[in-house]
């Protein structure tokens, strides 16, 4: 009974880990810093303008950044 539940436990987890990560962690890395940047900006001034203007900023540049570390080398 308890190999069974630690079994699907960690299938639970490798499926988490596979769906979440995959094969760019460093986008995952940057999705979590975004929300944390973004959060931080809504939360500590007292208006939520600035974080809503940084949120696609930092998301582009996230994406251009992945997109340019697995372009092709010359």
Known sequence: MNS???KWLKG???FWWDFLVGDTP???V???AIIVVTVLLGRG???SHVATVVLPVLVVASLVWSV???WPKR
């Open 4 to 6: 069974i539940l630690l």
């Open 12 to 14: 639970f987890g490798k």
């Open 26 to 28: 460093e986008l995952f």
């Open 30 to 32: 940057s999705t979590i």
């Open 45 to 47: 001034l007292h208006n």
């Open 68 to 70: 340019r570390k697995s």
